[in-house]
């Protein structure tokens, strides 16, 4: 089965930062937009950012904006999220999606992507 695997979480205190990346393995995904989403408990999983398929694209949740960062690395089938100035509402699991669908710019519901990683804990202290 094709994996996506997240890695980066962690404690930290609010006003610092984590970088999180994210490693596809079976497959390449350098056709295709992915997107970063978050859910706390008792929350519905939200978009967080989003790449599309080429990296000439981003896309961030008010929220976050200013703050996050995405990129991605194709040769390294690699995507990461650069959060620096965290919040303790930052605090969720922080999964990784890829879309199921070719070359699509920007892609925000979390319906539209076909395969997730298992998370990974982003805890933010006040």
């Known amino acids: 089965q094709v994996q996506l695997v997240e890695s980066g979480g962690g404690l930290v205190q609010a006003g610092g930062s984590l970088k999180l990346s994210c490693a596809a393995s079976r497959r390449t995904f350098s056709n295709y937009a992915m997107g970063w989403f978050r859910q706390a408990p008792g929350k519905e999983r939200e978009f967080v950012s989003g790449?599309?398929?080429?990296?000439?694209?981003?896309y961030y949740t008010d929220s976050v904006k200013g703050r996050f960062t995405i990129s991605r690395d194709n040769a390294k089938n690699t995507v990461y999220l650069q959060m620096n100035s965290l919040k303790p509402e930052d605090t969720a699991v922080y999964y990784c999606?890829?879309?199921?669908?070719?070359?699509?710019?920007?892609?925000?519901?979390?319906?539209?992507?076909?395969?997730w990683g298992q998370g990974t804990q982003v805890t933010v202290s006040s």
């Open positions: 790449i599309s398929w080429s990296g000439g694209s981003t």
């Open positions: 999606a890829a879309d199921g669908i070719f070359r699509r710019v920007i892609v925000t519901a979390t319906t539209d992507f076909g395969y």
